[in-house]
């Protein structure tokens, strides 16, 4: 089956999920009313903590060793089957490319394309030992143009938090994509990290998708109660 199917942590919480409880910590803006100082200062406050956060990840990038992606695999074959997108690790953030080959065996795996400024992702067929180009951005993505709709996303990211929030890179596109998929049907947002990269004070805004389900090197967390 689908995710909606399994009676697994996180399976069936694809469901856009109300922002409105993350915690104190957090720093948020909503409404027609805020100003433009206001959005200037938490665009401030994310660029900080993205800015810390990569020297976290540059660290533990550089300490890490093999199978860091084994307990990615153990959660994934928990969805045999199920159509799951990866990604093209880039630079220093966690690989899941074992994996997405375990994966592949099983079933359709997808790696995100970019298509354009202020859109959701596409994600683009991928199998393992396939024909790859460059894609926006550096990231590579394969030759050929099947597109497939993923029910499963592992998610790259800056930073994350024990309620299931995350940082990305200031573009959008996950938080598009993922509200866009969960639109049509309930999708597992797996946030892939390593461990080093938790905030305790993320700054989130309300469009901001959660994750489901957060992995690290280290273990498997369940995002705590709103």
Known sequence: GSVADRDRPGAGLGAVRDHDHRCGRVLRLSGPCVDGAAV???????????????????????????GEAALLSGVLAGYRGVPIAGYMA????????????????????????IEAPGQALTFARWMP??????GPFGAMIPASAEIMIPEIVIVPLVAFDVQGGRLGYGGGFYDRTLELLRSHRPTLAIGFAYAA????????????????????ENGVMTPKSR
Do not use: Y
């Open 40 to 66: 200037s200062a938490l665009q401030e406050v994310k660029q900080a903590a993205r800015k810390a956060a990569f020297a976290r990840r540059k660290a533990a990038h550089e300490a890490s060793g093999p």
């Open 90 to 113: 880039m630079r220093t953030e966690i690989d899941p490319l074992a994996a997405m080959e375990e994966a592949a065996a099983h079933g359709p795996v997808g790696v995100p394309v």
């Open 129 to 134: 030992g396939c024909e790859l180009k460059d």
């Open 197 to 216: 990269q938790e905030d305790r004070a993320l700054p989130l805004e309300p469009t901001d998708q959660p994750l489901d389900l957060i992995v690290t």
